[in-house]
């Protein structure tokens, strides 16, 4: 079980998450191509999105998955919410190109989510848990569980505990600076998935450029 004393707790207050975001949306693609593809396109994969459904993307961030959801999900409804607006803007330039009927865009928050209960086919979460403090977690996964539909899916990326060798490099610069890592460190959410009401069906271990991610599938429990 995951215990919480012994790792690196989040260091940057949700407060200052959106203004920290702000500043940093211009370089933010950079940094996500560079480290996060893999990872990132492992779950798109492992969301086995059919169109026509209704999918929720917390924590869009800039749209590096949000784009591919729309796409693949032309005729059904797509909702992304984030804390920064920046983010937000940078999301918008990108789905410019596909048009804005069947997708909107919103600042929101995790922790309060504007569907209805029981509304979502599949919720997208990437890179946002490992911003969270590890007492907040179980009160957003209880807002994922009430807007997912019985049985639906949740697909989850974070930045995870390092386990291969110069991995844990990261871990070391948030512990000099929290913010330079845009207030991310490694976090492992099994346990703390199964503890909430999800049934994990998968766990991957993705490492690109000695960052690591780990990528989740798991089902809302019935
Ligand atoms: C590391 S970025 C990841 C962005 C995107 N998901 C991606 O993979 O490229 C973290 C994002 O989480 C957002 N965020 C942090 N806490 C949040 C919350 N409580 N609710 C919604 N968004 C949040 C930040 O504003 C930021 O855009």
Not at 18 to 27: H, K, L, N, P, T
Not at 105 to 117: P, R
Not at 147 to 176: A, C, F, P, Q
């Amino acid at each position: 079980m995951q215990s919480s004393n012994k790792k690196l707790d989040a260091r940057v207050p949700q407060s200052e998450i959106g203004r920290v975001y702000d500043e940093i949306a211009s370089v933010y693609n950079m940094w996500g191509r560079l480290t996060e593809t893999k990872a990132r396109s492992r779950a798109l994969e492992l969301a086995e999105i059919q169109d026509g459904q209704h999918i929720l993307e917390v924590a869009v961030g800039t749209g590096l998955a949000f784009y591919e959801i729309v796409r693949r999900n032309p005729h059904g409804r797509n909702l992304g919410i984030d804390l920064s607006k920046g983010m937000l803007e940078k999301a918008k330039q990108r789905l410019q190109i596909l048009g804005s009927a069947n997708y909107s865009l919103q600042v929101g928050t995790a922790f309060h989510l504007q569907e209805e209960d029981e509304s979502m086919d599949t919720l997208v979460n990437n890179y946002m848990f490992d911003l969270i403090p590890f007492e907040a977690m179980g009160r957003i996964l209880a807002e994922f569980k009430r807007v997912l539909k019985k049985g639906g899916k949740l697909i989850l990326v974070n930045m995870t505990e390092g386990e291969r060798w110069g991995s844990r490099v990261y871990d070391r610069i948030y512990n000099w600076s929290p913010k330079l890592m845009g207030g991310c460190r490694g976090v492992m959410l099994r346990d703390t998935l199964h503890q909430h009401g999800f049934k994990v069906e998968t766990r991957e271990y993705h490492q690109q450029l000695l960052f690591p991610s780990e990528v989740i599938r798991a089902y809302k429990s019935v």
